[in-house]
């Protein structure tokens, strides 16, 4: 750096970089970075939002699933080594990664795409959140990009172990397609024991609509329990919970992390990823159903979107009018000044003087 570089910089400033993260949580400043040109303000401007948006999709999908199968693959190879296998990956390990990968895609992609992820995610989206169906294909094409993206670097970046063993396991007569297989570090597989298709459908029903119920509770504004910064965190562990519950059973709990890596799993290693033991569609569709079951459970018998409008996060259709005639047909206005009223003579007996609620938070209290 030269002379006038240094210069630049005052004794109680901060270099630019990562430190502008905490500028609102010390007192020194950091240096200011260089203008924004019109340049740079035209070529984002013209850039197609469906493409951002379908990027940042297939970018999160791919942040969580790549950690996740890397992480079984460690897993898997190294099952025969001399270390033994805890040396370089467990179940425990494998729920971790792709906790932290989907708290990655979150941070990192949410911002421009609102951080889907996962198919059944947009279709609830759009069955109750009014979410564009034009948009609903072109993110589900996105998210299933992302997951075959990250199974094909996954097998060019561990080609050499994964034919190693692929080998291995044909000199023994092993199949490749199986829960222990090759293919099973890219997509699920039952165990040779799980021949019950209805046991497989209850689990995997289970884990999706607990993930489901989880991430519609994390989105909900007038939840006071989940701010914003804490959403990444809370999903993913509610996903590495699951992992760290039932992979060893075997569950999937995305559609397009499931079918964008089986599609690599048969360029590979043949047709029998889709086929083994008619399980497929289990891991790749069950998804669905389950996630519209829980989100519709949050939506009918948990969802306060009085207590949403109230925090300035939606309205009512037909605007202050119509709220005000709903809180007057439903004795809102009416139980929250008796209950003020009695507050009030209950603090004036005891001399602190008036409560100092309104109605609404009177009521909500």
Not at 307 to 313: D, E, L, P, V, Y
Request: glycine share 10%.
């Amino acid at each position: 750096m030269s002379g006038n570089d240094l210069s630049r910089l005052k004794t109680n400033q901060l270099e630019v970089g990562a430190t502008e993260a905490i500028q609102r949580h010390i007192t020194r400043s950091v240096i200011e970075r260089k203008p924004v040109t019109q340049r740079k303000l035209d070529f984002e401007h013209r850039r197609p939002r469906w493409l951002r948006e379908c990027m940042a999709e297939a970018t999160g999908v791919f942040f969580y699933v790549f950690p996740g199968i890397a992480s079984v693959a460690g897993f898997l190879l190294n099952a025969t080594n001399p270390l033994g296998v805890t040396t370089f990956s467990d179940f425990f390990q494998i729920g971790w990664a792709f906790a932290l990968g989907i708290m990655f895609a979150i941070i990192t992609c949410a911002p421009t795409s609102g951080g889907h992820f996962n198919p059944a995610i947009t279709i609830c989206f759009a069955i109750w959140q009014g979410f564009p169906w034009k948009k609903v294909p072109q993110y589900i094409l996105s998210q299933i990009f992302g997951s075959f993206m990250a199974g094909m670097l996954l097998m060019g970046m561990y080609w050499e172990q994964i034919n190693a063993y692929s080998n291995e396991l044909k000199a023994a007569g092993e199949p490749l397609v199986s829960f222990s297989g090759p293919a099973g570090i890219l997509c699920s597989f039952p165990l040779p024991t799980q021949n019950n298709l209805g046991y497989l459908f209850f689990i995997e029903f289970f884990v999706d609509s607990f993930i489901g119920i989880v991430i519609w509770a994390c989105l909900d504004p007038a939840n006071p329990f989940v701010s914003p910064a804490s959403v990444p965190v809370v999903i993913g562990l509610a996903y590495g919970n699951m992992v760290w519950g039932f992979a060893n059973i075997t569950i999937s709990t995305n559609l397009a992390r499931d079918l964008g890596t089986r599609i690599v799993a048969a360029i590979f290693f043949g047709p029998e990823a889709f086929s083994y033991k008619n399980y497929s569609w289990i891991s790749i569709l069950v998804n669905v159903p389950a996630t519209i079951f829980a989100t519709g459970y949050y939506e009918f018998l948990m969802r306060d979107s009085l207590k949403k409008i109230g925090k300035g996060h939606a309205f009512h259709e037909e605007g202050e009018e119509g709220l005000h005639r709903h809180m007057t047909n439903t004795g809102f206005y009416e139980d929250g000044m008796t209950s003020a009223l009695k507050n009030q003579t209950s603090d004036l007996e005891n001399g602190n003087g008036g409560s100092g609620h309104g109605l609404i938070t009177t009521k909500n209290e």
